[in-house]
């Protein structure tokens, strides 16, 4: 039961987690490149920035490592659209949350034009 029901409908809400950790990822592996060693594309933008003031190669470097992100982004996201077929919780949910949102909407706006508000508070537009 664990592997036929447990593992498969957790396995998009985990490559979710993943997909949307890539940007924090990708943001400490900076961090650790500047302050723990001599290599890696995090000390490259840093030298060239701080110390060369190479203001090209640095943009180069930061390009390069919003790209590194963006495919590791588009790889998680390729990867679960093939490996969760059958779940098609993705697309029916924003669907949803946008008619929620949308019903939200409406009945604040019905609150807001009606004596909804306490008598003693002004209203926002008088």
Not at 45 to 72: N, P, Q, V
Request: some cysteine; overall charge positive.
């Amino acid at each position: 039961m664990f592997r036929f029901v447990y593992v498969p409908s957790a396995f998009p809400i985990v490559l979710t987690a993943v997909r949307l950790s890539v940007g924090t990822a990708v943001a400490v592996l900076y961090f650790t490149e500047v302050t723990a060693t001599y290599l890696g594309l995090g000390y490259y933008i840093f030298l060239m920035s701080g110390t060369l003031f190479d203001y090209a190669a640095t943009y180069a470097g930061a390009i390069a490592m919003g790209l590194l992100g963006l495919c590791l982004y588009f790889l998680i996201d390729w990867l679960e659209k093939r490996l969760c077929r059958g779940n098609l919780q993705r697309e029916v949910g924003a669907r949803h949350s946008l008619r929620i949102s949308g019903r939200f909407k409406s009945l604040l706006w019905t609150r807001y034009q009606s004596n909804w508000y306490p008598t003693r508070m002004p209203r926002p537009y008088d």
